[in-house]
C-alpha cells in the first residue's frame, strides 16, 4: 500500500491528512497556524504522523498548500531583490516598469528596471530591425550582476506572439549570471496586457526565495521521520506542480487555499458542478466548481496594489469566519468581522475562557452547534444577551446568502457544498440553493484537495492560421497542452483535454487567434513511486 499527505496552511489552522493509494482518509490532524508558519507545518505533521501506525517507507509523495507566497507580499518580508527587462525599444517606455505598485513593496524587492532594443509588433514584426542587440544586453545584464539582485523578471513587447526576444535574452543572462540563476519570464506566466504580464512576472520573479525557504523546512520535516518522499505544490487551477516547478513559478501557489477547498469539497460530495464555501477561522471563501475544477476569473486581478493577469480562481471572499468578532455598536446594530482572533480562538473567545464574543460563540450559546472539546464550556456564555447572540446568526447567514448569490451566473439554484472548520456557523439551508451538503471529513477538505489534485497543463498562444488550416492549428495547439500534462508528471493514458476556448481578437489580423486550452490527468505511477533518494 501506497500512501500519501496532503497539508495545506490557512490563515487559521493548518490541516494534515494522510490518504491511502485510493484516496481514503487514514488520519487527519487540524493545528494552529503559527506566526512563522514553518512550526506550523511541523506540528500538523507531526500530529498526523504520531496517529497513525503505517510504515512511513510507503509514504511516497507530499502535497503542500500554502500561503507563503501571498504573506510574504502583504509582510514585505523575504522577497528577492529583483530587476525587471523589459525589451521594447524604441518604443514602449513611457510607462515605467512596476508604476503602480504601493512604494514599499517596491522598496522592498529593490525598484530596478532596465529598458532594452526589441520586441515585437501584434503581428510578429520586429519593433527594432536589428533586434535585440547582444552588446546592450551584455552590459545590462553585467551591471545587474554586481548589484546585488537575486531574481530578475524579462517582459517583451507582444511576447505570447512571439517569444523569442524573451528566451533570446534569458540564455545570455544564464552566460553572465549563471545557469542556476532565477529567471521569470512573462510569456510563461502572463497573458496579454504588457504591464499586467509584467508585473505578474516581476511577483514571480520577487518570490524564488520564498519557495525555496518553504520546501527546505518541509524537506527537513520529512527527514525527521525518515520520509523520502516527492514533493509536490498545489496551484491555484486546482491541480499540483513539482517542487522543481514551484520553484520555478512561485507564484502560482497564491491563491491554492481556497482552490485545494474547492476540489476537496468536489472530491467528498462527489459533485463536478456547484458552489463551494469553505468557512474558516477567519474568512469565508466562496468559488464555484464546473466539471470538477475551479472556475477561473476572467477579469485581470489584483495582488496588494498589483494589477496581474495571470489565472487566478474565481473566488468571492468575505470577512465571516469561526474565530469573527462580534460587536454592539452604540446604536444598538451588531456586527461580525470583519476582523479575527484567528488562530488565538482557544485562548481570547469566551467559551474557551477568554473575552471577545466570536461568531463560534454564538452558534455554540444558540445551541445550533456543539464543539467537543474539554477546554470549551458553553455555560460561559450565559450572560451574553441573546438578542445579540440571534442578530449575529442573522448577520452571518445574509452575508454568506448574498456571497453565494453573487458568484452564480445563473437564477437556478445550484448544491452548496461547505467545508472548512467553521461551516458550524451554517446550521440550515442558505438561500439560493438547491440543498446544503456538508460531506464527512469536511473541516479538512482543504488538505484533501491538495493530496487528491491531478496534474495539469495549461497554454495560452496566439496562433497564425497562415499557410494552414484551422484545424491543423487547433489539432497543434490540442497536442501542444496534452504533452505539457505529460511532461509535468501525468499519467498518459489518464490526461484529459477539460477545457479548450478559441478567442478572436478584434484589433489583430482575421488570419490570427488566441487559443486558451487546459488538460489535466492523474500522478503517474512512476512519479508517486519515485523517491528522492
Request: charged letters at 20%; glycine letters at 8%; a negative charge.
Amino acid at each position: 500500500m501506497i500512501y500519501k499527505i496532503g497539508i495545506d496552511v490557512g490563515g487559521t489552522n493548518t490541516d494534515a491528512v494522510i490518504l491511502d493509494e485510493n484516496n481514503q482518509v487514514i488520519q487527519a490532524q487540524k493545528t494552529p497556524t503559527t506566526l512563522d508558519v514553518e512550526s506550523g507545518i511541523f506540528y500538523a505533521l507531526e500530529g498526523v504522523l504520531e496517529k497513525t501506525d503505517i510504515d512511513f517507507h510507503y509514504i511516497k509523495s507530499v502535497m503542500l498548500g500554502t500561503t507563503h507566497a501571498t504573506n510574504a507580499i502583504i509582510e514585505r518580508k523575504e522577497l528577492a531583490q529583483i530587476a525587471v527587462l523589459r525589451i521594447c525599444l524604441p518604443a514602449g517606455q513611457a510607462i515605467e516598469p512596476m508604476f503602480s505598485w504601493d512604494e514599499s513593496l517596491k522598496q522592498a524587492v529593490g525598484n530596478r528596471y532596465y529598458f532594452l532594443h526589441g520586441g515585437s509588433e501584434f503581428d510578429g514584426r520586429p519593433l527594432h530591425h536589428k533586434g535585440l542587440i547582444e552588446e546592450e544586453c551584455i552590459k545590462i545584464l553585467e551591471e545587474i550582476k554586481n548589484t546585488g539582485v537575486e531574481s530578475i523578471a524579462i517582459t517583451s513587447i507582444f511576447s505570447p506572439v512571439l517569444e523569442d526576444y524573451e528566451r533570446e535574452l534569458a540564455e545570455m543572462a544564464k552566460v553572465v549570471l549563471g545557469n542556476d540563476f532565477p529567471i521569470s519570464l512573462s510569456c510563461e506566466i502572463g497573458n496579454l496586457g504588457l504591464l499586467e504580464r509584467e508585473s505578474s512576472a516581476a511577483l514571480n520573479a520577487s518570490l524564488v526565495k520564498v519557495i525555496k525557504k518553504v520546501s527546505s523546512g518541509l524537506e527537513k520535516s520529512l527527514e525527521r521521520y525518515g520520509i523520502n518522499a516527492n514533493i509536490f505544490f498545489a496551484q491555484n487551477d486546482g491541480t499540483l506542480m513539482s517542487l522543481d516547478y514551484a520553484q520555478k513559478y512561485p507564484i502560482l501557489t497564491i491563491g491554492s487555499g481556497p482552490t485545494n477547498s474547492i476540489r476537496g469539497a468536489a472530491y467528498l460530495s462527489e459533485l463536478q458542478d456547484c458552489i463551494v464555501c469553505d468557512i474558516g477561522g477567519t474568512s469565508t471563501d466562496i468559488g464555484i466548481l464546473v466539471k470538477g475544477f475551479p472556475r477561473q476569473s476572467s477579469l485581470a486581478v489584483d495582488i496588494e496594489s498589483v494589477r496581474t493577469n495571470f489565472r487566478m480562481p474565481d473566488i468571492i471572499s468575505i470577512g465571516i469566519g469561526g474565530g469573527s468578532i462580534v460587536r454592539v455598536l452604540a446604536d444598538g446594530t451588531v456586527t461580525v468581522g470583519p476582523d479575527s482572533v484567528g488562530y488565538k480562538i482557544r485562548t481570547e473567545s469566551i467559551a474557551f475562557g477568554g473575552e471577545t464574543l466570536t461568531a463560534t460563540d454564538c452558534l455554540l450559546a444558540s445551541g445550533l452547534a456543539t464543539i467537543d472539546d474539554s477546554a470549551c464550556d458553553v455555560l460561559r456564555l450565559a450572560t451574553v444577551d441573546p438578542s445579540i447572540i440571534e442578530e449575529a446568526i442573522t448577520v452571518i447567514n445574509q452575508k454568506v446568502s448574498i456571497a453565494v448569490d453573487k458568484i452564480k451566473t445563473k437564477n437556478e439554484p445550484l448544491p452548496v457544498v461547505l467545508v472548512g472548520g467553521g461551516s458550524i456557523l451554517i446550521p440550515g439551508n442558505i438561500e439560493g440553493s438547491s440543498q446544503v451538503i456538508r460531506p464527512h471529513h469536511s473541516d479538512c477538505a482543504n488538505a484533501i484537495g491538495a493530496a487528491i489534485a491531478q496534474v495539469s497543463g495549461e497554454l495560452d498562444k496566439i496562433y497564425s492560421f497562415e499557410g494552414r488550416t484551422r484545424d491543423e492549428v487547433v489539432a497543434e495547439a490540442k497536442q501542444q497542452v496534452i504533452e505539457q500534462t505529460i511532461a509535468a508528471g501525468a499519467n498518459p493514458e489518464s490526461v484529459e483535454l477539460i477545457d479548450f476556448e478559441e478567442v478572436p481578437i478584434a484589433y489583430l489580423p482575421s488570419n490570427v487567434i488566441r487559443i486558451k486550452a487546459k488538460a489535466a490527468g492523474e500522478l503517474h505511477k512512476t512519479t508517486i513511486e519515485m523517491t528522492n533518494a
